[in-house]
């Protein structure tokens, strides 16, 4: 089945650094990638929609300077977390839609999920 | 407004039983229905997907149904394992271009030996 890769899968960081996490399409091409977070026991929140080639377009509360999020290229989208805080710890997962089929269809696949900690 | 609804929000089950799960759902307009099944500090794997045509849908132990009148769709799993604990999570997908997911807040099972 297609796979999605997201690396790294655990970073810790002291608080100010910035932390990058990617999220691969091993095995067909994505045009859009799905950023979520996901605090304990609660299901996952969308941060952002990255689209190949253009800007993400963020959820509603979802501060861009503090997430940029890139896709620059079909199999590729990457979230920086921006001068991390302890708030920022999180567990951050990454989905990819594959290219093409029928409005609705929607496959998408998961990565495993990045866990941060920021000190 | 788009919501999903899952039940119960928890369920503990002895190694070996069954178990139901349940989901509600009021989107609209509406493409299909997925169960994912996440385990702790990993991301969702897709047990099922069901469009509003199709019934039932099998996957191993797990057997999902949709009835797309109703907007009820529940999870069952056969002859539970301890492998089974995790959070189970009702996912739809609407019938428009912007390929957002629209996600229960999920059901954490515990299998106990």
């Known amino acids: 089945g297609a796979v999605v890769s997201q690396h790294p899968s655990w970073v810790i960081c002291k608080s100010g650094t910035s932390v990058k996490i990617e999220c691969r399409s091993l095995d067909f091409q994505a045009t859009t990638m799905f950023w979520y977070r996901q605090f304990p026991k609660q299901s996952l929140m969308l941060m952002a929609t990255s689209n190949e080639g253009s800007k993400a377009t963020y959820e509603q509360g979802v501060e861009k300077d503090k997430f940029l999020i890139n896709h620059a290229s079909l199999t590729l989208s990457t979230l920086t977390v921006t001068s991390a805080h302890p708030e920022d710890s999180s567990f951050y997962i990454c989905?990819?839609?594959?290219?093409?089929?029928?409005?609705?269809?929607?496959?998408?696949?998961f990565g495993a999920g990045t866990r941060l900690s920021v000190l | 407004k788009n919501q999903v609804e899952q039940s119960p929000q928890s369920l503990i089950i002895l190694e070996g039983k069954n178990c139901t799960l349940q989901?509600?759902?009021?989107?609209?307009?509406?493409?299909?229905l997925r169960w994912y099944k996440q385990d702790t500090g990993r991301g969702p794997v897709s047990l099922t997907i069901m469009t509003f045509s199709e019934n039932t849908k099998s996957n191993g132990r797990y057997t999902a149904t949709l009835d797309a009148d109703t907007k009820q769709s529940s999870l069952h799993i056969t002859a539970s394992q301890l492998s089974d604990s995790a959070s189970y999570i009702c996912v739809v997908s609407r019938m428009d271009s912007s390929y957002k997911l629209i996600f229960g807040s999920g059901t954490r099972l515990l299998v106990r030996p």
């Open positions: 989901c509600n759902y009021t989107v609209s307009p509406f493409s299909n």
């Open positions: 989905s990819a839609r594959i290219s093409g089929g029928r409005i609705g269809q929607n496959i998408q696949y």
